[in-house]
Nanobody, 117 residues
Framework: QVQLVESGGGLVQTGGSLTLSCAASESPGEITVMRWYRQAPGKERELVASLGGLGNTNYGRAVAGRVRIYRRATDKEDIAFLQMKELKPEDTAMYLC?????????WGRGTQVTVSA
């Protein structure tokens, strides 16, 4: 069982920046894909950013050019980061981390991002 803990969310003004982190309990060699999703009240969950095992990245259309996903994996930790800039009120949502490890999918509980107008 992989446990994921997201952090870094908060309240920020329009145009501001935030960096979210997702710390995984599993050893880095077990995790192949790390992704960030978001879900706003009354809306479907959507992909924000994806980082594959080869370093390949994909970004959601609504955030492309404003976010960057990267990973820090050592023998002691495995953390996925989501660096966000030029935030807009429509970016307000719960941001959740998802990883694929040993062909299984694991989700974190999320961290709230609120962007004020």
């Amino acid at each position: 069982q992989v446990q994921l803990v997201e952090s870094g969310g908060g309240l920020v003004q329009t145009g501001g920046s935030l960096t979210l982190s997702c710390a995984a309990s599993e050893s880095p060699g077990e995790i192949t894909v790390m992704r960030w999703y978001r879900q706003a009240p009354g809306k479907e969950r959507e992909l924000v950013a994806s980082l594959g095992g080869l370093g390949n990245t994909n970004y959601g259309r609504a955030v492309a050019g404003r976010v960057r996903i990267y990973r820090r994996a050592t023998d002691k930790e495995d953390i996925a980061f989501l660096q966000m800039k030029e935030l807009k009120p429509e970016d307000t949502a719960m941001y959740l981390c998802k990883v694929i490890a040993r062909d299984s999918i694991f989700w974190g509980r999320g961290t709230q991002v609120t962007v004020s107008a």
